[in-house]
Nanobody, 121 residues
Framework: VQLMESGGGSVEAGGSLRLSCVVSGYTYAMTNCMGWFRQALGKEREVVTLIGIGDNIFYDDSVKRRFTISQENKTRLYLQMNSLKPDDTAIYFC????????????????WGQGTQVTVSS
């Protein structure tokens, strides 16, 4: 299984970035969770947004109305990030899983290597 993120970078506050994740070597038919997580320096990894069972979408309150998750055929996952804030600075990870525990890191079977997003004020 391989997940490869791209699209990170450095932007000023208020700017936008679009993250992409390519998923390969996974049993797509059994995918229940496709998510984006982030980990800021010195903090634990946290869920940002996900597409779960029945294509239900969850957004953390901190990114609602600013971030949008989408996917294509369970092989590509995207995260459109608008109105970025310095607090959004973190390494962003995409992940896929077959469990129903989509809001938790342990609900995922495979992870990308992460892509850095830095937002300056």
């Amino acid at each position: 299984v391989q997940l490869m993120e791209s699209g990170g970078g450095s932007v000023e506050a208020g700017g936008s970035l679009r993250l992409s994740c390519v998923v390969s070597g996974y049993t797509y038919a059994m995918t229940n969770c496709m998510g984006w997580f982030r980990q800021a320096l010195g903090k634990e990894r946290e869920v940002v947004t996900l597409i779960g069972i029945g294509d239900n979408i969850f957004y953390d309150d901190s990114v609602k109305r600013r971030f949008t998750i989408s996917q294509e055929n369970k092989t590509r996952l995207y995260l459109q990030m608008n109105s970025l804030k310095p607090d959004d600075t973190a390494i962003y990870f995409c992940a896929v899983g077959r469990s129903s525990l989509c809001r938790y890191t342990w609900g995922y079977d495979a992870w990308g290597q992460g892509t850095q997003v830095t937002v300056s004020s």
